[in-house]
């Protein structure tokens, strides 16, 4: 007999435990109580600054007003990665959310764009991507058109913390209860399942269903269930960050910076009141001092803290779910936030949960068949940062070198064959990032498919031509009527409500 499931108990605050409770709370409602148990003395560790645009529909479901949204978790807007050293030192492209021209039916415009070369047309394949002119000219204002050529996809940066708090006060409107404590013990269910837990205050929470947001630790999925973990170290060897906050920019750019150093990466994310910072490196390369230091001597702008370290292994649990404990956040794996994935595999679980709410009872079917999208996500995800560091140029550092030799997954070096040798591309089952994506990052690394389609050569050259710098007209136009980044910031979030 299956139990009716009536009370989540959520284990951990920060981005995960509140997002987890908001959207719970709020999609599923009254049909189940929610209890947050979290405590003031330790610490998140609040480096996920970057998303991607899919937390727009999440804040929408959730109701969050944008303007509100800005003002409190201190949000820019987001239409790229820049790309920088990747290849080579000196070299940099981006990564935006948009994609180059306007594809026809069964042919990327890439394909056209190639041909275009070949025949002696000299043009950026960027320059026909609007995300790619409003980052480089900074400038920044929702585009509502229902022509795709002309779309403006974004997402935000933010402060983690206030995010977090912002989540927070949104869910317990909505009536779900936050325990202050510390786990102290956790009580079993004979059948292995979670039954309660204890804190330091002597306060015992009892629920059906726990959802594990205790960060790296897996209080619940590790320490207590012992799921195991697939250690991906072998493919992503990084496994240490130094972040540290610093001064803002008179002006904030609507991008976020990766830069490639000797053992790593260094991110920078612009805030209205701060920049994110942060080193991603291999301690096998590089010491903690040594990695501070680079970070110190390539800031922008005047710390505001101490830097900090944080050790992680990437790779993800054998199973996310298990029994009736579902691991969100770091407790469920981790993936460096070289595509500001962080936050979305917080999301992406949340509503995979709900999809299969378990309202009647836990089933093996359900939970089987979130573990198969949880690890197929996570692998996706894991390849295409691979693709980062494998395609790399750079000859003067071990790690960088090093990256070039390492076993690719079989799926990724497929998918890097076929562009290759055709050009072409195809997105996966489900994969979160589409083929314009695949497509910039293994350009701006440096892939020159040897190839286009077929179809590219049915238009005459001239006409081909001429169809190119249509396209471009047509993403120029709107960009002379952006405003600049932080004027629609200011006029948005200083609006009378």
Known sequence: MQNVIKKVVILGGGTAGWLSAALLKKVIGSNIE??????????????GEATIPPIRLVNRVLGIDEADFLRETKATMKLAIRFENWKTQGEHYYHTFGAPGKSVAFCHFHHFWKRAKSLGYDSDLWSYDLNYLAAVEGKFAQINSKDPIVELPFAYHFDAGLYAAYLRKLSESMGVVRSEGTVIEVQQHNNGDIDALTLNNGQVVRGDLFIDCSGFKGLLIQQKLGV???DWSHLLPCDSAVAIPSERHTTTAPFTRSIAHSAGWQWRIPLQHRNGNGHVFCSRYLSDDEATHV???NLDTKP???????????????????KNVIAIGLSSGFLEPLESTSIHLIQSAIVRLIQLFPHAGIHRSAQDEFNQQSELEYVQIRDFLVLHYYLNERSKDAFWRDMRQIELPASLAHKIALFKQTGKLFREQNDLFLESSWLQVMLGQGIEPNDHHPIANAMPKQQLFDMLQSVKRVKDEPLQKLPMHDRYIDNLINRVK
């Open 295 to 297: 970070l110190m001597n």
């Open 228 to 230: 195991g973990l697939d």
């Open 304 to 322: 505001l803290a101490d830097p900090r370290v944080i050790k992680f292994t990437t790779g993800r649990r054998r199973k996310q779910w298990h």
């Open 34 to 47: 929610v209890e947050v148990v979290e405590s003031d003395t330790i610490g998140t560790v609040g480096v």
